[in-house]
Nanobody
Framework: QVQLVESGGGWVQAGESLRLSCVAS????????MGWFRQAPGKEREFVAA????????YYAASAKGRFTISRDNAKNTVYLQMNSLKPEDTAVYYC????????????????WGQGTQVTVSS
């Protein structure tokens, strides 16, 4: 089992920044690729970004590219999502997820999920 706990969400104005964190416990963090997803009210959960377990390779949704940065600190069992130039359409609950030794750009297949953290961006 892997437990994931997100933090760092909040309310910001358009153009501001937030950094989300997700702390993992329970298994070897470095064996897991990590992903960030988000779900807005009435919409399906969508991929935001992912980072490889092995070479640190990163992957982004088109909506996140150039504004968001995913990173990980294996010593702290933590994955981050730095979000800059936030827009009202970024408003959603953000979830982190873990997949053992595979990078996935969609929700199906991730082994573990956190409970989510709310991000609200006002115009």
């Amino acid at each position: 089992q892997v437990q994931l706990v997100e933090s760092g969400g909040g309310w910001v104005q358009a153009g501001e920044s937030l950094r989300l964190s997700c702390v993992a416990s329970g298994r070897t963090f470095s064996d897991y690729a990590m992903g960030w997803f988000r779900q807005a009210p009435g919409k399906e959960r969508e991929f935001v970004a992912a980072i490889s377990w092995s070479n640190g390779g990163t992957y982004y949704a088109a909506s996140a590219k150039g504004r968001f940065t995913i990173s990980r600190d294996n010593a702290k069992n933590t994955v981050y999502l730095q979000m800059n130039s936030l827009k009202p359409e970024d408003t959603a609950v953000y979830y982190c997820a873990a997949a053992r030794r595979r990078v996935l750009l969609a929700a199906p297949g991730y082994d573990y999920w956190g409970q989510g953290t709310q991000v609200t961006v006002s115009s």
